[in-house]
Structure formats: structure tokens, C-alpha cells
């Protein structure tokens, strides 16, 4: 009983050893990818305070978060509120609940960048689009959601527009065809590159929602508060299958108009340039071929 026990324990310790190294490398790949990137991309050196509205400062643990929508961030933003006490009966959301980086000075923002542990979330730039719209247009009506309705409306079917009507349909494509446009965006579907500043912040750790199993514990381990909270159970998110049902109601020019103004997305973070949807642009390109 006692070889087996061992035995078990060493087990154990080799299956976390290569966890982490594996998981550690996928770190190192990201943040080379980011840089590589920014060198060839990025010009502007100096962040604004109105830049860094979106990124969370925990003072007492020395973690600054960029919040990005529709990328684990309720979740995440309970973690940190479980590190700080907050009751689990308070939502999260509340924007004075936190303290946010574009409220500290010049100065204490850029000491704060450079000591403290910094670390963001990202997902498929298409699959998180299609999740915001499901969101915000399928299952809420929100400010955000009310604004964009109108404005879609009022540009494609302008006989259904009516000032003070909130809770018109809009269908996927429709969504896709405006903000395929280049635009103002609501958080929920503005660029990562907008929202966390990439080329100007030197993250510390470059967390995937297609990995969030693996990146989690190892992110709390980094930032030394593993033994402090835990990530909750994980749940599945968008299917390629429902992106593809989605996506095929979209004409192909608008996809590809859109994939253009979230390229730096799919560039930052090492995703396949409208990876999910490539099976319907290609086909969309054999059919236009056959007509010819």
C-alpha cells in the first residue's frame, strides 16, 4: 500500500511538472507572437488615461486586468472579487465596485505597468462576435443593444425605424453588415487591441478562452494567489458548428470586410485569419468560379 501510495504521489508531481511546463511554453509563443507583431505594427509609445478605462488595478495583490467582454470576464472579475471578500450576492459589474487604471495619476499608472502582474484574456475574434450579438441581441435588450438596433435599422430598413421603439429584430447579418463598417463599437465587440492596449502594456501572462483550462490555475499560480481562490467549473462555449450556421447567413464580402478591421486580432494572438469561416469562403469562391 505504501509503493502505491508513492507511487500515486510521484504520478502526481510529474503530471503537474509537465502541466505547467507545457502550458508555461504556450506563454512564451504568445508573448513572442505579441512582440513580433508590435514591432512591426505598433507606433504609438505613450497610453492616455482615457486608453486604460478598461483595465482593473488590485493595489493589495499587485494584479491589473484588462477586462474584455464576452471573454470569461464575469468570471474573472468574481475570482478577483473573491481575492478582495466581495460578497458572492454582488454582481460584479458595477463599475465602482473596482479601481481602474485611467483613475491613477501619469505617474502612479506607469509604475503600476511596470511592477505590477498584468494579464488579459482573448478568444476567436469571430466566435466572440457571435457571442456578443447572442448576448446583446438575441437574450437582452441593454443600452448598448438599444443604440445599436436603431442605428441598424435606420441604415437597412429605414421604413421599420421608430425613435422610441427598442426592441426591434436584428437579424445576424444585419449586425455583421454595420459594424463590418468601420465604426464606433460597444465593448462587447470593440477590438482587443482598442480595449487592452497590447502594443503599449507588456502582459505578463496571455490567457486563451480555448485553453482557459490550462491557462487558470497556472495564471493563479504566477500572480501568487493560487492558494488564495480557485477558477471556478468551466462551461462550453460557441461550437464551430453554430459559427458556421451563423456565419453562412452573412454575405462573403462583409465577412471579409470585417475580418480587415479585427486583423490585428487575429495577428496579436496567433488565431488563423478567418479561420472559422474559411469552409464558407471557400466554397463561396468555387461557386462564384462555376458561374464564371
Not at 495564471?219 to 492558494?227: C, N, P, Q, T, V
Request: charged share 30%; aromatic share 14%.
Amino acid at each position: 500500500m505504501l509503493y502505491v501510495e508513492q507511487f500515486t504521489f510521484q504520478t502526481i508531481v510529474y503530471l503537474l511538472i509537465f502541466f505547467f511546463s507545457e502550458a508555461s511554453e504556450r506563454q512564451t509563443t504568445r508573448k513572442e507572437l505579441m512582440e513580433e507583431y508590435c514591432l512591426k505594427h505598433s507606433n504609438k509609445t505613450k497610453l492616455f488615461g482615457k486608453d486604460l478605462k478598461f483595465l482593473i488595478v488590485d493595489d493589495k495583490y499587485k494584479i491589473i486586468y484588462c477586462t474584455i467582454p464576452k471573454v470569461s470576464s464575469t468570471t474573472w472579475k468574481r475570482v478577483l472579487g473573491d481575492l478582495r471578500g466581495l460578497d458572492k450576492n454582488v454582481g460584479v459589474h458595477g463599475k465602482n465596485l473596482w479601481r481602474w487604471l485611467s483613475q491613477y495619476t501619469e505617474e502612479e499608472r506607469s509604475k503600476r505597468i511596470k511592477t505590477y502582474f498584468k494579464f488579459l484574456f482573448v478568444r476567436e475574434p469571430l466566435h466572440r462576435l457571435l457571442s456578443a450579438y447572442k448576448d446583446k441581441f438575441m437574450r437582452k435588450n441593454t443600452i448598448a443593444s438599444k443604440v445599436a438596433r436603431k442605428q441598424i435599422v435606420k441604415a437597412y430598413r429605414p421604413q421599420d425605424y421608430k425613435p422610441d421603439y427598442n426592441d426591434i429584430n436584428i437579424t445576424f447579418a444585419e449586425f455583421i453588415q454595420f459594424f463590418s463598417n468601420d465604426v464606433p463599437r460597444n465593448p462587447h465587440w470593440l477590438q482587443y487591441e482598442k480595449l487592452c492596449h497590447p502594443c503599449g502594456i507588456n502582459y505578463d501572462f496571455i490567457g486563451h478562452l480555448e485553453t482557459l483550462e490550462d491557462d487558470a490555475p497556472l495564471l493563479l499560480k504566477m500572480a501568487g494567489i493560487d492558494d488564495r481562490v480557485s477558477f471556478p467549473p468551466i462551461h462550453k462555449s460557441t461550437s464551430i458548428d453554430e459559427v458556421l450556421e451563423y456565419y453562412s447567413q452573412v454575405p462573403r464580402q462583409y465577412i471579409t470586410r470585417l475580418g480587415e478591421l479585427y486583423r490585428g486580432d487575429f495577428e496579436i494572438f496567433g488565431y488563423d485569419y478567418l479561420g472559422p469561416v474559411q469552409p464558407l469562403l471557400n466554397n463561396s469562391e468555387e461557386t462564384t468560379s462555376v458561374k464564371q
